[in-house]
């Protein structure tokens, strides 16, 4: 079991034959055939449908040549992470309730280390846990933290663990984190019936108003509100580096705008890989995102750095459209009506709301295990 959540907390390290070997053993580890069909229709509908829209893109020369490698490339990617995932499921699948809460604990311990290192040892201002960068590490977080808490009530002697987790959690400093966070916390609050959770998490919440002056400080918060503040004030056409528009802002925010209208314009998905040709294609025309400009959008123009839409979530929405898009629908819907505990609901719901913001992290390996802990509620032994 150690072994197995080791790989999935380095997963994003890109030590790609370790994770297929890890998900190869998971396979032989398959003691069930009866899987959740929300979660089955996922795995099936995106492999299928993603493999094939580009193998048609191909074929009938779609795009230029000159993106054929990156297209082949990016499908590669894919089907890594749905391999690595499906293996994912089939082991945890295969456990308890209990066990399975147990593996996400010891999924926190190498990130709680990793973090610890980079907090007191290379003392960097932010942390990114066993990921490359912080945005990363934040769905990590996210997905993780409410699960520690329903293990936490389950077996109390982990609480060394999941209390240096948490708190070094907090020094990750993501704007998503910053967002989804305290949306978590309230939903905590609001749908939990176990009050000594109600004291802890609203004593967190009292806690952030009060340091509120300070933390809106933090370089994050300022950058966010800058944002806000130009697009307000000027409109799209205000998003430049003349305006103090970071091009990292730039070029996530035209990369969200692509994706929206790629997905509109092809809802049964477009394939893997299909999004970089269809960006350029987007900020070349007169679409109202080309009038964004920045660095980086520069160096993606002229084929020097790769587009994607920066969300892991519009990047499966982009590749597979609906057949990625209904699956995950019935999952949420899933989550609203189960009895499961409000933990594991809203590490479902805040694994899903953060994936809409970051890219590369393993989110359906994460909506797997979320899914496996919904469909054994009724049984937490």
């Known amino acids: 079991m ?7 907390a380095s997963f994003t ?38 493999t094939i829209f580009t193998l ?38 295969a456990l308890s309730y209990k066990e399975i809460l147990r593996f996400v604990y010891y999924l926190s311990i190498p990130n709680t280390i990793a973090g610890l290192i980079q907090l007191f040892v290379l003392q960097t201002d932010r942390v990114s846990l066993l990921t490359p960068e912080a945005s990363m590490a934040s769905m990590y977080y996210i997905f993780t933290f409410p699960l520690l808490l329903e293990y936490y009530r389950l077996h109390r002697k982990s609480k060394f663990w999941i209390a240096l987790f948490v ?66 004030e000027k409109g799209i056409s205000g998003l430049t580096e003349k305006n103090q528009i970071w091009t990292s802002f730039t070029l996530r925010f035209s990369s ?29 025309s007169n679409s109202v995102q080309a009038q964004i400009k920045g660095t980086e959008i520069s160096m993606v123009l002229d084929n020097d750095l790769y587009a994607t839409p920066k969300s892991i979530f519009f990047e499966y929405l982009v590749s597979c459209g609906l057949f990625f898009l209904g699956p995950i629908l019935l999952i949420v819907r899933k989550c609203h009506t189960t009895n499961a505990s409000v933990l594991v609901k809203a590490s479902i719901y805040g694994t899903v709301l953060i994936s809409l913001m970051i890219e590369s992290a393993p989110f359906l390996v994460f909506l797997a295990i979320g899914t496996a802990l919904m469909s054994k509620a009724n049984d937490p032994s």
């Open 56 to 93: 048609i893109n191909l074929l009938t020369f779609k795009y230029d040549s000159i993106y054929t490698t990156s297209i082949l490339y990016r499908t590669r990617f894919f089907w890594i992470r749905l391999f690595f995932a499906i293996g994912i499921s089939v082991y945890v699948f």
């Open 2 to 8: 150690m072994l197995i959540s080791l790989g999935l």
């Open 13 to 50: 390290l890109g030590y790609t034959l370790f994770y297929l070997v890890v998900a190869a053993y998971c396979f032989l580890k398959i003691r069930t055939r009866k899987y959740p069909l929300d979660l089955t229709l996922l795995f099936m509908l995106v492999l299928l449908s993603g």
């Open 256 to 284: 969200f705008l692509t994706a929206v209208e790629v997905f509109l314009h092809n809802p049964f998905g477009s394939g893997f890989g299909s999004f970089h040709p269809e960006y350029i294609a987007s900020m070349t």
């Open 167 to 232: 708190l070094v959690g907090f020094f990750i400093f993501s704007k998503a984190q910053i967002i989804v966070l305290p949306l978590m916390l309230l939903y905590f609050v609001f749908k939990s019936k176990n009050s000594r959770l109600k004291k802890v998490v609203g004593a967190i919440i009292f806690i952030g108003i009060i340091a509120s002056p300070l933390i809106l400080q933090i370089d994050q918060f300022q950058k966010i509100n800058h944002f806000l503040t130009v697009l307000n």
